[in-house]
Every structure is written in structure tokens, then in C-alpha cells.
């Protein structure tokens, strides 16, 4: 079962572009929304996270905007440069507690000089 | 400070075999996840363990079994190893809290191929 749907699959983007990446869930007992960044042969790192108390949070040039309403939430990515090439996985889970983090089917970006 | 470890880092198994992958957590970390990542895809929540115990499963048979240990550390086993089972295992570890969310600090996995 898909609870968070991700798109693009995969995401070209010139230097100095802005990328994109959305995801939707499905449970709204989802209280916790965080993004993964994954390299070759490494293992996820969180990104940024977002609650959905707020609408948008900005980290340097990550922000995450967050539509409730619509259980909606993307990554952009601002001056996007080559060394942000890599896997980016969206997530959710139930914050507090046992808690067990259901991830999106991830995005790969490549950024071409 | 030393991070998530896992090892082995690469493991080599036939279809029937069983497999034992490690996970040492984060210090100060009282919490383990498991996860499979199979090729192209995002991680799947296996099982997590927390004071020696499995406190959350996710889809995946009784064929996959974990323990803690009392210093944190932890196993995952695979008992009658299929094809499908070939994947990048991932550790993360965290710090129990009961309320608010917490991060996951994931380890660099462990890559198991069933021939």
C-alpha cells in the first residue's frame, strides 16, 4: 500500500535552476514530514522536515511547502547546483512514540552545468 | 563521534540461506529501525526495537526477525532467503521520545545479494 506518492521519478535541472519534487499522502494521521537526501552507496539524511502547523519552511536554499487541505507537500530546491545531484525521498509519519517512517518511491536529480 | 555503522557492508548469500546483519545506533541513541531498499525504490519500514523489544512491524513475514541489545545494538535475521530478499538493508537509529518528532540518523546499509 502507497501511502505517500512521489513525483517526478527522475528531475534534470540546469545550474543555477530551481527543482521541484511533490509528494501527496493519503493518512491524515500523518503529523510529521520529513525530506531524505540519499547519495550513491550512502544511506538517507534528513534534509528538512516540515509539521502541518505551519505552510512552509525554508532551510538555506531547501524549502518545503505543506497544503493540508490538499495532504500535499513538495521540496524546492533554489540555485540548484551540481553537488545536489542525488536521490530525494519524501516521508511522513506519526510524530511521538513508536514511530515508523513511511517514505515516497524517491527522485533522482541530476543538476547539469 | 561515530555515527550509524552496519556491517557487512556487502554480502554475497544463496536462495535458502539465512543472514544476520548488524547495526551498532548513534551514541546517546536508545532506538533502532529497520529498513529495505530494494533497487529504485524507497526504504520500507521492516520492524522497530526499542528496550530490547519490537514495538512496530511493518508488512514483511515472519522470515525476518530482529533482536536488541542491552547496549542499543541490534540485529536483523533473514531466515530462507528468496530472490526478493536481494536489497540494501538500512539501520537508523533515534532517541525515543513520547511526544514531538524525532530524527532518524540512518546508517550507510548493508547490500545483500540472494543468487
Known amino acids: 500500500q502507497q501511502q505517500v506518492k512521489q513525483s517526478p521519478q527522475s528531475l534534470i535541472v540546469q545550474k543555477g535552476g530551481i527543482s521541484i519534487i511533490n509528494c501527496a499522502y493519503e493518512n491524515t494521521a500523518f503529523d510529521y514530514f520529513p525530506w531524505y537526501q540519499q547519495f550513491p552507496g550512502k544511506g538517507p539524511a534528513l534534509l528538512i522536515a516540515?509539521?502541518?502547523?505551519?505552510s512552509e519552511k525554508k532551510e538555506g536554499r531547501f524549502t518545503i511547502s505543506f497544503n493540508k487541505s490538499a495532504k500535499q507537500f513538495s521540496l524546492h530546491i533554489m540555485d540548484s547546483q551540481p553537488g545536489d545531484s542525488a536521490t530525494y525521498f519524501c516521508?511522513?509519519?506519526?510524530?511521538?512514540?513508536?514511530?515508523?517512517?513511511?517514505f515516497g518511491t524517491g527522485t533522482k536529480l541530476q543538476v547539469i552545468p | 563521534d561515530a555515527g550509524v555503522t552496519q556491517s557487512p557492508t556487502h554480502l554475497i548469500k544463496t536462495r535458502g540461506q539465512q543472514v544476520t546483519l548488524r547495526c551498532s545506533p548513534k551514541s546517546g541513541h536508545d532506538t533502532v529501525s529497520w529498513y529495505q531498499q530494494a533497487l529504485g525504490q524507497g526504504p520500507q519500514f521492516i520492524f522497530q526495537?526499542?528496550?530490547?523489544?519490537?514495538?512496530q512491524r511493518g508488512n514483511f513475514p515472519d522470515r525476518f526477525s530482529g533482536h536488541q541489545f542491552p547496549n542499543y545494538s541490534s540485529e536483523l535475521n533473514v531466515n530462507a532467503l528468496l530472490l526478493g530478499d536481494s536489497a540494501l538493508y538500512l539501520c537508523a537509529s533515534s532517541f525515543l521520545r513520547t511526544s514531538g518528532p524525532y530524527e532518524q540518523y540512518f546508517g550507510p546499509g548493508t547490500r545483500l545479494t540472494v543468487t
Open positions: 526495537y526499542y528496550e530490547e523489544e519490537e514495538r
Open positions: 516540515i509539521r502541518p502547523d505551519v
Open positions: 516521508a511522513a509519519s506519526m510524530s511521538g512514540g513508536y514511530q515508523k517512517v513511511t
